[in-house]
């Protein structure tokens, strides 16, 4: 059973035209995250959600923004996406506390043309 | 400054021999550790992790890894491979020390397991 759902799988949009990768989870984790994942290259982080609270890495460009309505719900919104955007955007979820394992959803291939 | 280190691009090993994907760190304090594997177009998939405890830490799929602190080294092992374990192998840390619990990934390393 799907823990963590990315919609949609796979994304063309064109250069400069705003876009929206949403990302749930079933697990009811307190914790969300978004990676940008460039050809096989490592998961880059973007930000993070602890519950409401926004966390967003010092490199991620401001043309990124994140939204978090509920627990289970987090969107990736890249308002005005560059060639350079091409990637696979990776969700996660991971509980507060000690397990320290995050559980990734499948991934939405954006591709910007 | 925390890190974590693949060594190789790519591994390639013949099905039903032993595998060893390498991966060396760089960290502040006690290590928190974890392997995980991507296969095509998918996410990551948690495989093990090394928090305390022994050295040698079982995973899922027949995977295990053992923590060495004296050489840095938290080495994944899978006794007899299998085709279907070809797929991309992530090494990471949490970066416990700066009190973000960031995951730090490695490169990656892509195995291939020949028929």
């Known amino acids: 059973d799907a823990m963590v759902i990315q919609n949609p799988r796979y994304q063309v949009t064109q250069f400069g035209k705003p876009v929206t990768l949403s990302c749930s989870q079933t697990?009811?984790?307190?914790?969300m995250y978004w990676y940008q994942q460039k050809s096989s290259q490592a998961p880059k982080l973007l930000f993070h959600y602890y519950d409401k609270d926004f966390n967003n890495e010092a490199d991620t460009p401001d043309n990124f923004q994140s939204r978090r309505p509920n627990t289970s719900f987090c969107f990736l919104d890249i308002r005005s996406p560059g060639l350079g955007d091409t990637a696979m955007y990776l969700c996660a979820a991971e509980p507060a506390g000690t397990s320290y394992e995050q559980y990734f959803g499948p991934g939405t291939r954006l591709t910007v043309t | 400054a925390q890190s974590v280190a693949q060594p190789e691009d790519q591994v390639n090993v013949a099905e039903g021999n032993p595998l060893t994907v390498k991966c060396t760190y760089s960290v502040s304090g006690n290590p928190y550790l974890f392997w995980y594997v991507q296969y095509p177009n998918r996410g990551l998939q948690f495989l093990l992790k090394y928090i305390t405890g022994d050295n040698l830490v079982k995973g899922s799929y027949g995977f295990e890894a053992e923590f060495n602190k004296s050489q840095t080294s938290f080495h994944l092992k899978k006794p007899s491979a299998l085709v279907s374990d070809s797929a991309l192998y992530f090494c990471?840390?949490?970066?416990?020390?700066?009190?973000?619990?960031?995951?730090?990934f490695g490169t990656g390393t892509r195995l291939k397991v020949l028929a």
């Open positions: 697990l009811n984790h307190n914790v």
């Open positions: 990471a840390v949490r970066d416990v020390a700066s009190g973000t619990y960031k995951y730090i």
